[in-house]
């Protein structure tokens, strides 16, 4: 069973459009979780059941529009890339992507 935070983050991950990005830190304020951006990634990483293959993880990067590193996982990297790439996110020659066109802003109710 998941905790309470790790449901939150997950049903924002899963309100992200496609074609659309949002930052860690982005996610844990609208989960209510403020200045809690590594729980999201540790949340993400732990995505592994059958049930949680709606979660659109590869739609969460850093603040610096940056796909982040994970420790010795350079195929995730590689899949989140291409994941977005197919979405029609683009990224710059440095591997960033600009927030300022690509961040999701979620729309009040």
Known sequence: MRSPAYRAIY???RRIPR???ATY??????AGLPG??????????????????????HRVINARGEISPRAGAGLEEHAQHQ???AEGVTFDPHGRVD?????????AP
């Open 11 to 13: 049903d924002i991950v």
């Open 19 to 21: 074609g659309r990005v």
């Open 25 to 30: 830190g982005q996610v844990a304020t609208l």
């Open 36 to 57: 809690r951006a590594r729980q999201v990634g540790y949340a993400l990483h732990a995505l592994r059941d059958p049930e949680d293959r709606d979660v659109p993880w």
């Open 83 to 85: 994941l977005l790439q």
């Open 99 to 107: 927030l300022t066109r690509a961040r999701w802003e979620l729309e």
